[in-house]
């Protein structure tokens, strides 16, 4: 409610004889947040600038400080008006441009314009490498013959201080040295501060027109666009405090007939309103064209020392990919952020404070791999020791997840990774994901002992975690239901592989067995418990999206891992955002290529190729010019509603996302071996890309029934283009990098080649003085018996048989394998003469050696060069 003194004069009518003081405390519309499709992103290389930015339709929208999870600004844009009072435009509904000026930096040029009204916008947009602070230089130009003293110039800046749009306050502060009005709001220990390099016009008394109010109360649009408004500023506030506030400068553009005028615009951010106001006058204060050469130098340094160039075949939209990923990365503790907003922001508040803007693992495991692969290696350095050091838990607490009281940060278990996180690593979500327990581990063994060998302590702790919990996961990767998933079990088995491998290269032998033993049953195990054989799709035989069982914990041996049903079985399933209730074997998504992705199947692989068919023949739409595109899963609900509307957080349709259009553009390169067959899906991805460059969570589909689910196109929306959900989505701004390296590179650079070589799904070469081996063993055996090697090197797995090596059975044709000799490759110490053993594991786990003439071993002898086939033939 306005205060007395502070009732605005005449709406519509003239400005007031006398400045207005402040108004009373909690008005204001309810707060939303900015909408997620993004135009731009940025922030400085430098750590001395804690602001990060970003636009949406060419205005500056979501600003984050002094961290990557806290807003402290939904929109700041300009508003248009002419002195005749007959129009007043909002930047953000007219034509724009966004582009980079420097397509090795994330500078960025926003050009907005309405040539019916006869002006155009351009503003160059970065950060202060030095400062918290955020610049835009802006030149406004009139067009077709008029000049600036025919318009108004207005700059409305909404705030949403401490990540909450309510319980902001705003004012007007005059520094003295130099002397300048600014609009400062704050709230908590986050304080704005809005200055200009021009002067603000001259109102009533000489004082400058700057008001601060209530959004759709008392704000500045609502005095120039409000039912009764006479377009133009009438009202001039002192002060709003405790409610959702806006902030108003009216910018005086001169009395001289010039075409165009330049001016600086700066928000400075600090503590405390001393810091915040010194902040954005020391930098309007510095030479702004030195300060962005500085920006752009950063930057510059950054894509030509750190990222590989792929031997010249990187492109523009690859660099884009790299910087937006170093973008999201939090300078205070190397976290990385799934997205830089909240999905369909405009019509979500305060009640999801945490969108996109929080830290989940398996996000963060994805595309700091891609940085790995784009040569950045330092950052995904600093992100495993964000993981392992700041957002493992330490302590077990609760009784089951979202089950926790008297716990501060909610469930926990010791070596857990919480679902998702604030950037301090204070857990947000409280539900547990396998495949987020795994990743960590892989992304540690991938970047190499000097990084892995001081985590093991912690590493072992998840890796224990692992084995005690999983395979069954209380969410799979689309964070909506539990059971028996084939993505998270794949990145379960290779996060096991990776960590008996570094437990060996810390001598714990007896972790790395168990670690073995299990990834192996479960390897063995994943079509048993994913695989149905009677599914009402295609031929019936496919993997199913999730076996909603629970694990068994029966018996002594492996079998405490099976689940207490199969995939067979007519079990029924809930599935979130409205999906409704299907039989198990009825919902099918693409999970299951994270079986060849994480090196645990062949890409030839009998069951991976029988769900081939019907994955494309209910997921898979092609858009006419652009490509191929699937959909998470049938009867998927998180997407706009029919007609168009936002995801509520209770039902909609989900569309076609990008990222499955680069998974399989990797699947098929791993099926070929040759680069180039992935060159179809990349310029798929591109072609869903925005005209910056940015890959969206989410595409639109023509109209169409998925198993019956209706998906439609609404009004006003193009096929392949984005929807609303979020852009970019940080997570395909990694997988663009990574098919890009896969086509250059021949074969897909991120599988852990420690997992795909221990199951013969790849060829992993010989390091210096060692030689491959290939085996060869004709071997009968029955259901639930699988074959291994063992012998008396360390690659052989010293007679352990808990590390020796498994072999397998081979795909030869769609129908037929190479049962019954099992195959496998082992690279060996040349010049060596070896012994070894072949055993079978049983279904319990228990190990039956072969029987050799008088109980002893084999031997070979390893070759100085080439290559050693072994054809051995068992009995047992």
């Keep these: 409610m306005l205060s007395e003194s502070a009732v605005p ?24 947040w900015g909408p997620a499709d993004k135009s731009f992103l940025g922030t400085s290389m430098t750590d001395q600038s804690r602001v990060y930015f970003t636009g949406h339709r060419g205005i500056v929208s979501e600003v984050f400080y002094p961290v990557l999870d806290t807003v402290n600004t939904v929109d700041l844009q300009f508003l248009v008006g002419d002195t005749a009072k007959t129009f007043v435009d909002e930047e953000k509904q007219q034509s724009y441009t966004v582009t980079q000026p420097d397509k090795r930096s994330m500078r960025w040029q926003a050009t907005t314009t309405n040539s019916g009204h006869n002006w155009r916008i351009t503003k160059t947009i970065f950060t202060d490498p030095g400062r918290n602070a955020l610049i835009q230089r802006v030149k406004f130009d009139a067009l077709n013959g008029k000049n600036v003293t025919q318009f108004n110039l207005y700059l409305l800046h909404n705030p949403a201080m401490d990540n909450s749009g309510a319980g902001d306050s705003s004012k007007t502060v005059k520094t003295v040295t130099p002397a300048r009005t600014m609009l400062v709001a704050s709230e908590n220990s986050r304080v704005s501060a809005l200055a200009i390099s021009r002067s603000w016009k001259a109102g009533a008394g000489g004082l400058p027109m700057v008001s601060s109010g209530f959004v759709g109360e008392t704000d500045g649009w ?15 506030n002192d002060a709003a405090s405790g409610g959702n506030v806006a902030q108003m400068g009216w910018i005086d553009l001169g009395a001289t007939a010039a075409t165009s005028v330049s001016f600086d615009v700066v928000l400075g951010f600090g503590a405390t309103e001393g810091e915040a106001t010194s902040t954005a006058n020391a930098t309007l204060g510095s030479n702004l064209a030195a300060l962005q050469t500085t920006y752009d130098s950063g930057w510059n ?10 031997g010249g075949t990187a492109d523009d939209q690859y660099y884009l990919a790299a910087m937006a990923l170093k973008t999201i990365q939090d300078k205070s503790n190397g976290a990385m952020i799934a997205g830089m907003g909240t999905p369909w922001g405009e019509s979500s508040g305060d009640s999801n404070n945490g969108g996109y803007h929080l830290v989940w693992p398996r996000d963060l495991f994805k595309f700091a791999g891609a940085l790995v692969t784009a040569g950045d290696t330092e950052t995904a350095s600093s992100v495993v020791n964000y993981l392992f050091n700041t957002l ?3 302590s077990d607490c609760g009784v089951g997840e979202y089950n926790a009281p008297g716990c501060p940060q909610g469930y926990s278990r010791v070596g857990r990774f919480p679902q998702n996180a604030w950037v301090s690593g204070w857990q947000y979500w409280q539900g547990t994901q396998m495949d987020e327990q795994a990743m960590p581990i892989i992304l540690a063994w991938r970047l190499g002992a000097a990084v892995y060998n001081p985590l093991w302590p912690k590493i072992k702790k998840t890796a224990d975690y692992i084995v005690n919990v999983g395979p069954y996961t209380q969410q799979e990767r689309w964070e909506e239901n539990y059971g028996y998933s084939p993505s998270t079990i794949a990145a379960e088995i290779a996060g096991l592989v990776c960590a008996a491998t570094i437990a060996r290269a810390n001598n714990d032998t007896a972790s790395a067995a168990r670690y073995m ?3 192996d049953y479960w390897q063995q195990s994943v079509d048993r418990w994913t695989f149905t054989n009677t599914g009402p799709h295609g031929d019936g035989k496919y993997y199913i999206r999730i076996n909603p069982s629970q694990r068994s914990n029966s018996g002594t041996g492996p079998q405490v891992y099976n689940p207490v049903s199969g995939p067979d079985a007519a079990i029924q399933v809930t599935h979130g955002n409205g999906g409704g209730t299907h039989d198990q074997r009825y919902i099918i998504d693409g999970g299951f290529l994270e079986l060849v992705r994480m090196g645990v199947k062949r890409a030839d692989d009998h069951s991976i190729a029988a769900t081939l068919p019907e994955y494309d023949a209910i997921l898979k739409r092609t858009i006419p010019g652009k490509g191929d595109a699937w959909f998470r899963y049938n009867f998927d609900g998180y997407g706009e509603k029919v007609g168009g509307a936002s995801y509520d957080g209770l039902t909609g349709r989900g569309r076609l996302w990008p990222i499955f259009t680069a998974e399989r553009g990797m699947f098929k390169i791993a099926s070929t071996g040759v680069g180039s067959d992935g060159a179809p899906f990349l310029t798929a991805v591109k072609a869903f890309s925005t005209p910056q460059g940015f890959i969206p969570e989410q595409v639109w589909s023509e109209p169409t029934l998925v198993t019956g689910w209706d998906v439609d196109l609404p009004p006003g929306a193009t096929a392949g283009t984005p929807t609303r959900s979020m852009s970019p989505l940080n997570w395909a701004m990694g997988e663009y990098i990574s098919l890009l390296a896969s086509i250059r590179a021949g074969k897909v650079v991120d599988i852990p080649s420690v997992v795909c070589g221990r199951y013969n799904a790849c060829v992993v070469p010989p390091a210096a003085g060692e030689v491959g081996v290939s085996v060869n063993v004709t071997a009968n055996t029955v259901v639930g018996q699988h074959v291994y090697v063992t012998g008396n090197t360390a690659a052989l797995g ?4 808990d590390l020796g090596v498994p072999v397998a059975i081979i795909p030869v044709t769609a129908v037929l394998n190479s049962y019954p000799v ?3 490759r082992v690279n060996l110490p040349v010049s060596s003469s070896v012994q070894y053993k072949y055993y079978r594991k049983n279904a319990n786990g228990s190990v039956t050696w072969e029987s050799l003439p008088g109980g002893g071993n084999r031997t070979m002898s390893t070759p100085a060069t080439g290559t050693l086939t072994l054809n051995d033939t068992v009995t047992w």
């Design 9 to 32: 004069f005449g709406r519509g009518g003239s400005p007031p004889p006398e400045r207005l003081k402040a108004l009373a405390a909690g008005s204001g519309a309810a707060s939303v």
């Design 822 to 824: 099992w195959k496998n």
């Design 517 to 519: 033993a299990a990834a």
């Design 301 to 310: 340094t950054y894509t030509s020392t750190k990222l590989n160039s792929q």
């Design 222 to 236: 609502t005095d120039l666009l409000g039912g009764s408004s006479d377009k133009t500023m009438s009202w001039r």
């Design 798 to 801: 010293n007679w352990n048989t």
């Design 392 to 394: 493992q838990q330490t």
